[in-house]
């Protein structure tokens, strides 16, 4: 059994943890925040939506433009306000 013990959290917020590798080795590696894991980003999502947004004539992305709008950021997240948002993600 692989013994791993968290050490520390990085500076970009990814848990640090030492571990090791399939040959016995030990080996550093980071982890992100689960709320910033791309692994777990659907989890959450109804079956009917997954379903949904895998059909290729669903514009996926258009959620995700209008979230950020929701939520008054620009494309790197920085708060710019939500009339520039919906302006620059082009939401009506």
Do not use: C
């Amino acid at each position: 059994m692989t013994k791993t013990e968290r050490n520390q959290t990085t500076k970009s917020g990814l848990k640090l943890y030492t571990t090791t590798d399939r040959h016995g080795k030990m080996i550093k590696v980071t982890i992100p925040e689960d709320a910033e894991n791309p692994d777990f980003a659907f989890q959450t999502l109804s079956t009917r939506l997954l379903v949904e947004f895998n059909d290729p004539k669903v514009d996926v992305r258009y959620y995700i433009r209008k979230e950020l709008a929701n939520r008054g950021v620009d494309l790197n997240g920085i708060w710019i306000g939500f009339e520039a948002a919906k302006k620059l993600h082009r939401i009506l």
